[in-house]
């Protein structure tokens, strides 16, 4: 029966991250990152570069909540307008 070279895959880093069971993982870490293939090291896994969640879609900017600001002024102008005629 052949040898089998065990060693680097024994002292590799172990990925770490909790299973179902509550325990950490204990496969070996993809090499360069902290976790395993399962548990997020596989290319392509995880957030992009660069954090675009926290990119506005304008509904939240000084401008767009002040143009909000004077629509609902004009509306409450004009409901009170139509109020002075209806008397």
Known sequence: MP???TGPMTSSPRC???TRKGE???APAVAGK??????????G???PFGNQNVLKNGMHTR???AERRAVRQLIREAKGVLEEIDE
Do not use: D, L, T, Y
Not at 34 to 43: D, V
């Open 63 to 65: 401008e767009a909540i």
């Open 16 to 18: 770490g991250a909790s």
């Open 34 to 43: 902290r976790r395993c293939r399962m548990h997020g090291g596989a290319k």
């Open 24 to 26: 950490p993982c204990r």
């Open 45 to 47: 896994s995880g957030a």
């Open 3 to 5: 040898r089998r070279n």
